[in-house]
């Protein structure tokens, strides 16, 4: 089975999870971790070390908000086989996991289709409308 456990500032993945359970209409089961911006890290390290105590027999995908933030950085050392860390998570790639995690893949291919789907779910509209001129669009 394959887990997820999800690591940002403030409430930001409590929010993006809530989304993704809205447009899937299904409840998923990623634990989200709230990154206060003044407390130090035990609390998340404890929280961390259980959630993967607690799942040893799985593979473990932990979703971050940014590279080089506190989240992130904090996730280096629980970097194993059966656990990665996705940094920069976005709805795109979150959706692509609920949507996949069941369907047989092995682990390492899940984590770069998951990573895959994150970058192609971002678009700039103006490429897909032509570019501007004078404030107005080419027709």
């Excluded at 995908?61 to 194993?80: R, V």
């Excluded at 990665?84 to 390492?108: C, H, Q, R, S």
Aim: aromatic residues 8%; glycine residues 8%.
């Amino acid at each position: 089975m394959i887990k997820s456990l999800m690591i940002t500032h403030g409430n930001f993945g409590e929010e993006l999870i809530r989304v993704a359970e809205k447009i899937l209409e299904s409840k998923s089961d990623i634990e989200s971790v709230n990154f206060d911006w003044v407390e130090d890290s035990n609390r998340i390290i404890a929280q961390i070390e259980k959630y993967i105590r607690q799942n040893k027999d799985d593979s473990i995908i932990i979703f971050t908000d940014m590279f080089g933030g506190s989240p992130a950085n904090i996730c280096f050392k629980f970097l194993e086989p059966n656990v990665e860390v996705i940094t920069g998570v976005n709805l795109p790639g979150l959706l692509k996991f609920l949507t996949y995690k069941d369907k047989g893949m092995e682990f390492p291919d899940l984590v770069k289709c998951v990573k895959n789907g994150a970058i192609d779910g971002i678009s700039i509209l103006g490429e897909y409308l032509g570019e501007k001129k004078n404030g107005r669009r080419k027709s």
